[in-house]
């Protein structure tokens, strides 16, 4: 009797926020396009609380803003904000893979490894896209994690959201998983050999890469759309 345990059912609100964020993700609601919050409630054949509950989560992470007549946008990056969260990303992971690099046992490092190898698989056998980005997301966020350090994995986390918006912009153009998968390669090899200064040289190197071609992503996407 001691191991039973009840299950409680998801929130409403809750598999709301995962479905809206998942659309963002997906493409199936557009940088700038409108969320109707009536509409999504109609659709479901549930009240407005859940609907507007799981908007404010998103608000808070940046995926959505509510202009001034609470109409409901979904987040379009300017270069600006690309620029303001690739600096902070450069700062604060820097530091981190820095730290991991001094601080991480063996078992650790082959962790970071073994996702290196996952991707590397995942690209040979032209596995889908979010796969992909997935398993990049994971690199960073395990040299992170094994920082020990809550402060700085809370500050990351903070964006996370928009950092993985940005991934998905960021894997668009060829060869773009075999190039971001060389430059995390240069940074593991780093890693390995213990050396920090260089881990974390090699890290800014690869976000300043990043932020260069998203950029450009971006004035393609201005140039192109009607």
Same mark, same amino acid.
């Given at each position: 009797m001691s191991d039973?345990?009840?299950?409680?059912?998801?929130? *409403? *609100?809750? @598999?709301? *926020?995962?479905?809206?964020?998942? =659309?963002?993700?997906?493409?199936k609601f557009k940088p700038g396009e409108r969320i109707i919050e009536t509409q999504l409630a109609k659709e479901f054949n549930v009240s407005k609380s859940p609907v507007r509950e799981a908007i404010r989560i998103l608000e808070t992470e940046g995926l959505v803003t509510v202009d001034e007549k609470s109409r409901v946008i979904v987040y379009e990056p300017t270069i600006k904000d690309v620029e303001e969260i690739y600096?902070? #990303?450069?700062? $604060?992971?820097?530091?981190? /893979?820095? +730290?991991?690099?001094t601080i991480s046992t063996d078992t650790e490092l082959a962790d970071i490894e073994s996702?290196?190898?996952? &991707?590397? @698989?995942a690209i040979l056998h032209s596995e889908e896209a979010n796969t992909i980005?997935?398993?990049?997301?994971?690199?960073h966020n395990l040299i992170v994690q094994y920082t020990n350090n809550r402060r700085l994995q809370k500050q990351l986390n903070d964006l996370k959201? +928009? =950092? *993985?918006?940005? #991934?998905? +912009?960021?894997?668009?153009?060829?060869? #773009?998983?075999?190039q971001i998968l060389s430059q995390h390669w240069d940074i593991f090899s @780093?890693?390995?050999? #213990?050396?920090?200064?260089?881990?974390?040289?090699? =890290? /800014?190197?690869? +976000?300043?890469?990043?932020?260069?071609? $998203?950029?450009? /992503?971006?004035?393609? &996407?201005? &140039?192109?759309?009607p």
């Open positions: 039973f345990k009840i299950e409680k059912p998801t929130p *409403y *609100y809750e @598999q709301f *926020y995962h479905s809206i964020k998942k =659309m963002i993700f997906e493409g600096f902070c #990303r450069m700062a $604060l992971e820097s530091f981190a /893979v820095g +730290l991991t690099t996702t290196l190898k996952q &991707t590397e @698989q980005i997935t398993l990049n997301e994971q690199f959201s +928009l =950092m *993985y918006f940005f #991934r998905i +912009l960021n894997f668009q153009g060829e060869g #773009r998983a075999d @780093q890693m390995k050999k #213990r050396n920090a200064e260089q881990a974390s040289k090699e =890290m /800014v190197e690869h +976000l300043k890469l990043d932020l260069s071609h $998203l950029i450009g /992503v971006l004035h393609t &996407t201005e &140039t192109t759309e």
